[in-house]
């Protein structure tokens, strides 16, 4: 069995373009897209700092929620980020762990 601990005292969201995602989404209208956006990692394509916004890439978007998106990328706020990671193995590892609630 694998166990990562990681401590965090001053927890930033301070991510960066590059950096993948796993995003924290109840509010969006359907819940198929926040069941999409909750349990897929995506990549920041590009950040806006000042209006709080990512532009996050999917890959193997399901064609049903194709509408939501733009050449596979959605604009998010930064508080929907749950957790990010430069290493996109450390976030499969959190959603493995979610699913089967570890």
Do not use: W
């Not at 989404?25 to 709080?52: A, V, Y």
């Not at 064609?63 to 706020?77: D, M, P, T």
């Not at 990671?85 to 089967?100: D, M, P, T, V, Y």
């Amino acid at each position: 069995m694998i166990t990562n601990f990681k401590i965090y005292e001053n927890k930033q969201i301070d991510p960066k373009a590059g950096d993948y995602v796993i995003m924290y989404c109840s509010d969006m209208g359907t819940e198929k897209l926040e069941n999409f956006l909750n349990n897929t990692i995506g990549k920041i394509f590009s950040i806006n700092i000042k209006h709080k916004y990512a532009d996050v890439f999917y890959d193997d978007i399901p064609f049903n929620l194709k509408q939501y998106f733009f050449k596979n990328r959605i604009s998010l706020n930064l508080i929907r980020i749950h957790n990010y990671s430069k290493s996109k193995s450390e976030l499969e590892i959190i959603l493995n762990a979610n699913k089967f609630n570890i």
